[in-house]
């Protein structure tokens, strides 16, 4: 039984999902129907991570969220991260840190060291490592052992940090 | 963090030792990544499995028709019409009667093995119809502990006559009686799962006219010659393209029963078929590792001289006899690990029992080595009240004695073993930590402090050569081919760095190709930590090839004898020696010369190498909740030579966080019947970035003789040392209460029920 046609919005683009089951994850969607193949299936249970994209700035594993719920509501994935092409702050942090194995669960956790640093820059405030690690604990990565990852995390702070200097400036 | 990395710029004549970043890294931070499910393929049909509940009975029926007639299905098998004969056992001196029916076959041995296959348009339709397959089996009695299995009451193969796979027996065992001081103690090596993120996940279809297969293997070669033996078709019958792969760990070494059906499937539908596994398939139908019951007896002087030990081990293979019951073989070769000690024995017996199959990973067999020796030495440093630090010190083999013959007959090429020790003493302050421990006790505070020391020394590479070749492209660029598989681990980089090396080109002008069996002529498994030294040593090698090559096409071009050319890697190019204006580059080399300059490599390494190093784990025991916090790692690691010490030491963190996980945290449980009770990541406790310490490591390098390279395997090593020092570390923490072992995983539960015992 095929749901009504829905309009998902994603990385700021309008894209018509027709034909669709109602319960089809926002997972399943994002990458069997929008070919957004970024965002992955690692455990479709909530448990890794791998899946996470942002539903209006916050974080969600999108094999949580059935694919309709996200209707009217603005999803940014893997993909919107580097919209123009150039690396984003994060992405670049997780190279120069050389924080990246298999890649697997590097765009959710990218989307979620995102999400935490967009939180932490509406106070100003600089990462603690608890809140680092609190902040990452739902994502699961099993080649790194984090070590890297803790580094990219403070690396892509700095940069940010000092973008928004410069927008002051 | 303390990291020692190569300095950019230092070695100005080498780009070998820096931390390059990965070339790899633009496409995977954009979730561009070439893993098997991005593969787009339009209509494919999608593989459900039916798996048995139940640990071990026989089928009476399995009944199809409902699910034959659900929307979308395409067709139903069971072993009957599966059309695949059993798979035979991996070692021929396993029982044969040991094979593995890719379907259940009369009778189910473990809780997730498939006993049907479905095909169906969707996933979500293939998923409920394989809903509605329905089997009538029997239960009989499951077979779990190691000891019931030996006993053999219960049989999983009553045609066998008894449940060993594989046994080593000493014929006259070794009398401990005349020895001062004889430890002995019962250990588990707990069974682990590798987790690899990306599940296993296979697609096969008909490309161009030919069988073609995108796999996530450790090896594109190996996986075609399993798949194409097992359906009876040749080599060149199947196309394997293996691209990026999700985490391997040893589990994707293996080419499953699954993956091979896949394949089956698409030759005999003529269509594109794919099967992602579920989470739960991969915790429960894949591969455990591990999964030893060991027994140590060590003996000595009261002053510290280990003389004699013993190793007696258990191997749980599961319900069909892979690579695991093998896995002891390498745990004797390892078994006396750093120590030079006189006499020692190992026995051991691979039985099955009705569980998941056991296979390789991380260590494969070498971590459990190294548990085991180390949790015995620190036993009788206990029991002679001398320090665990000290008593390994008096054992090691002097540098002086290297090539060092182990008491087991293996040959460990290169080692400075007390030099990795005292480094890793100093890095953590040993002298201070012990003295604040002593504090902790004598307050009774109820945060006591453990320290726990491993000094390891693993076996990697295991001799042997890898497919290389590396040529001159029109261009003046240069194409490095490999016949081995990365998998994830940054080898696309390294590679490159040996041959932009080589050839004094840019980093930039080397592409590295591999994973493609048409394109690729030969490639070995991605295992035993190979990589750079064996396929790292035949890049080198074949560039060097390349290089012969072109110096005589320089010296034609510059009427000169190849002899009296050089070539100026700073530059690119071959000179006349003393006269650098008469020169060829690279790029002028490439479209002047006669014909395509194809360097084949015929590098062979004629043993394994041995790395090794010290790793002290500083815990805190939380004596009210059982609960162990890792305060510290201090790792020294000795690979030889560092390629790149970016992803060497990233190799190192993933190996040390495994190492805590198997320590403290992970471990599959079956219950009594034989039900998974770890099948999914909120039961399976996957070590997350809350329980890792900030690293402090460090290499030391000493190089072996047995590539040009200098370098040895790193991809193992964090998990074997880390592993069996946070276990010493948590025993040491208790040991003010009585306690002298536990077994991992060191949960707060295990700890606070142990406390309770003693009385504390």
Redesign the interface.
């Known amino acids: 039984m095929s749901a009504d046609p829905y309009v998902l919005r994603v990385n700021g683009n309008d894209h018509q999902v027709p034909d669709a089951h109602l319960g089809e994850s926002l997972l399943w969607v994002l990458r069997e129907r929008l070919g957004l193949p970024g965002s992955k299936n690692a455990c479709e249970e909530g448990e890794c991570g791998s899946c996470s994209v942002q539903i209006d700035g916050e974080l969600v594993c999108s094999c949580l969220v059935l694919a309709a719920a996200a209707v009217g509501r603005e999803v940014t994935t893997i993909e919107g991260l580097a919209p123009d092409g150039e690396l984003a702050d994060v992405q670049r942090a997780f190279v120069e840190a050389g924080a990246v194995q298999c890649g697997f669960c590097t765009p959710g956790l990218l989307m979620a060291v995102d999400t935490l640093l967009d939180e932490l820059s509406d106070d100003g405030s600089v990462p603690d490592d608890l809140t680092v690690r609190e902040a990452i604990s739902g994502n699961l990565c099993r080649c790194t052992g984090y070590g890297r990852i803790l580094e990219a995390v403070s690396i892509a702070a700095d940069i940010r940090r000092g973008e928004s200097r410069g927008d002051l400036a | 963090?303390s990291e020692q990395l190569g300095q950019p710029g230092i070695t100005s004549t080498s780009i070998l030792g820096n931390?390059v970043?990965?070339r790899?890294?633009?496409?995977?931070?954009?979730?561009?990544?070439r893993?098997v499910?991005?593969v787009?393929l339009e209509g494919a049909l999608h593989v459900q499995f039916v798996r048995s509940t139940a640990a071990h009975g026989t089928i009476g029926s399995i009944e199809v028709d409902d699910a034959l007639a659900m929307p979308g299905v395409v067709a139903v098998y069971t072993a009957a019409d599966l059309g695949l004969d059993d798979r035979p056992v991996l070692m021929g001196f396993y029982p044969a009667e040991m094979a593995r029916p890719f379907l259940a076959r009369d009778r189910v041995r473990f809780v997730g093995e498939p006993i049907a296959v479905v095909v169906a348009e969707t996933q979500?339709q293939a998923a409920d119809a394989a809903e509605t397959v329905w089997a009538d089996i029997e239960p009989l009695p499951p077979v779990l502990g190691l000891s019931d299995a030996l006993d053999g009451e219960n049989l999983l193969f009553p045609d066998v006559g008894h449940n060993v796979a594989f046994r080593n027996s000493v014929e006259d065992p070794f009398d401990f009686s005349g020895y001062e001081v004889v430890v002995t103690e019962n250990i588990v090596n707990s069974r682990v799962a590798?987790?690899?993120?990306?599940?296993r996940v296979v697609a096969a279809g008909i490309e161009d006219g030919r069988l073609t297969c995108w796999a996530s293997s450790q090896g594109a070669h190996n996986f075609r010659k399993a798949v194409t033996d097992l359906l009876g078709i040749e080599g060149e019958d199947l196309r394997v393209f293996v691209q990026?792969?999700?985490?391997g760990?040893g589990a994707k070494g293996v080419t499953s029963e699954e993956e091979v059906m896949v394949v089956h499937l698409a030759r005999k539908l003529g269509r594109t078929v794919r099967w992602?596994e579920?989470?739960t398939e991969n915790l429960t139908g894949h591969v455990h590792g591990r999964a030893q019951e060991q027994k140590v007896t060590i003996a000595g002087t009261s002053d510290g001289d280990i003389q004699a030990y013993r190793l007696d081990m258990l191997q749980d293979c599961g319900a069909y006899p892979r690579f695991g019951a093998f896995l002891p073989e390498f745990t004797r070769q390892m078994a006396s690990g750093v120590y030079d000690i006189e006499r020692v024995e190992v026995e051991y017996t691979s039985v099955v029992t009705t569980t998941t199959p056991v296979c390789a990973y991380r260590g494969a067999g070498r971590p459990e080595a190294t548990a085991a020796i180390e949790r015995a030495v620190d036993l009788y440093a206990a029991e002679i009240g001398m320090d665990p630090a000290e008593v390994r010190r008096r054992n090691l083999p002097a540098s002086s004695a290297f090539p060092f013959t182990n008491a087991t007959g293996t040959v460990y090429d290169s080692g400075e073993y007390e030099m990795v020790l005292d480094a890793a003493l100093e890095a953590s302050d040993y002298t201070g930590l012990r003295a604040e421990q002593q504090r902790r006790r004598d307050a009774g505070d109820n945060r006591q402090m453990g320290i726990g020391i491993c000094v390891y020394v693993e076996i990697t590479g295991f001799g042997g050569s890898e497919y290389g070749e590396v040529s001159l492209q029109a261009d003046g660029t240069v194409l490095a081919v490999t016949g081995s598989t990365p998998?994830?681990?940054?080898h696309l980089t390294t590679w490159a760095m040996i041959v932009a090396d080589r050839l004094g080109v840019p980093l930039e002008a080397v592409t590295v190709f591999h994973g493609d069996t048409d394109r690729v002529p030969s490639g070995q498994l991605t295992g035993g930590s190979r990589s750079v030294q064996i396929a790292g040593s035949s890049m080198g090698d074949a560039a060097d090839k390349l290089v012969d090559l072109a110096r005589d096409a320089a010296a034609d071009l510059l009427e000169a004898a190849p002899d009296d050319l050089v070539l100026d890697r700073g530059r690119g190019a071959f000179h006349v020696a003393g006269t650098p204006s008469a020169s060829r580059s690279w790029a002028e080399i490439a479209s002047e010369a006669a014909e395509p300059l194809v360097g084949l490599s015929d590098f062979v390494q004629a043993g394994a190498t041995f790395p090794f190093g010290a790793h002290i784990a500083v815990v805190e025991v939380d004596t009210e909740t059982g609960q162990t916090t890792v305060e510290r790692i201090v790792a020294v690691d000795d690979a030889g030579v560092i390629v790149n010490p970016?992803?060497a030491?990233?190799q190192?963190?993933?190996?040390?966080?495994?190492g805590i996980a198997q320590a403290l945290l992970e471990e599959v449980r079956f219950d009594e019947d034989g039900n998974p009770q770890t099948s999914?990541?909120?039961d399976y406790p996957?070590i997350?970035?809350?329980e890792?310490p900030?690293?402090e490591r460090s290499f030391t390098e000493t190089p072996t003789p047995l590539n040009p390279l200098g370098a040895k395997g790193i991809g193992e090593a964090?998990s074997i040392g880390s592993t069996a020092a946070v276990q010493s570390a948590v025993v040491d923490a208790l040991a003010p209460f009585g306690i002298r072992h536990l077994d991992m995983p060191l949960t707060p539960e295990r700890i606070w029920s142990a406390l309770q015992a003693s009385g504390a």
């Open positions: 963090m931390p970043l990965r790899e890294d633009d496409t995977l931070v954009r979730g561009q990544g893993f499910g991005n787009p979500y590798a987790v690899s993120i990306e599940p990026d792969i999700g985490g760990f992602t579920t989470r998998i994830g681990t940054g970016l992803l030491a990233g190192v963190h993933g190996g040390l966080a495994q999914n990541l909120a996957a997350s970035m809350m890792v900030s690293y964090g």
